[in-house]
């Protein structure tokens, strides 16, 4: 029995060797293939993730103040719409204005123009008896 203990000792010994030679170049080829994946990446126009989430951020937050400033913008215009509705009722409810004597209004620009004017009418000086 002292031998096949022996026999089996030495056999598990192999194995375990076997095995640890088995991990060690497991992890030989995982670093090899890390190294290459590395360099192949390192050729190409990669951005880290660091970077990545960085410019993730700051369009998440490019994409808030956009859409604040939409709200806004469709607060301002109804704002402005409001006011041109009052304008025009205001408007409305005064009726047409008079233009007040030399406001606004050249001579001559109260005839038509489809009569023409017969120009300065001249008066014959008066005659003494």
């Keep these: ?31 090899q293939m890390r190294q290459q994946f590395e360099r192949i990446l390192s050729r190409m126009d990669v951005v880290s993730r660091e970077e990545h989430e960085a410019v993730r951020a700051i369009a998440a937050k490019a994409r808030e103040e956009q859409e604040a400033l939409t709200e806004r913008v469709i607060a301002l215009e109804a704002t ?5 509705a009052d304008r025009t009722l205001l408007h409305e409810e005064a009726g047409p204005r008079r233009r007040a004597a030399g406001h606004g209004v050249k001579p001559g620009a109260d005839e ?13 000086p008066a005659t003494a008896p």
Excluded: C, H, W, Y
């Excluded at 991990?23 to 995982?30: H, K, V, W, Y």
């Design 80 to 84: 402005v719409a409001t006011l041109l």
């Design 1 to 31: 029995m002292q031998v096949d203990n022996k026999l089996l000792d030495d056999l598990a010994r192999v194995a375990g060797g076997a095995l640890g030679a088995l991990s060690n170049l497991r992890e030989e080829a995982e670093a």
């Design 112 to 124: 038509s123009p489809a009569a023409p004017s017969a120009g300065p009418t001249i008066v014959p």
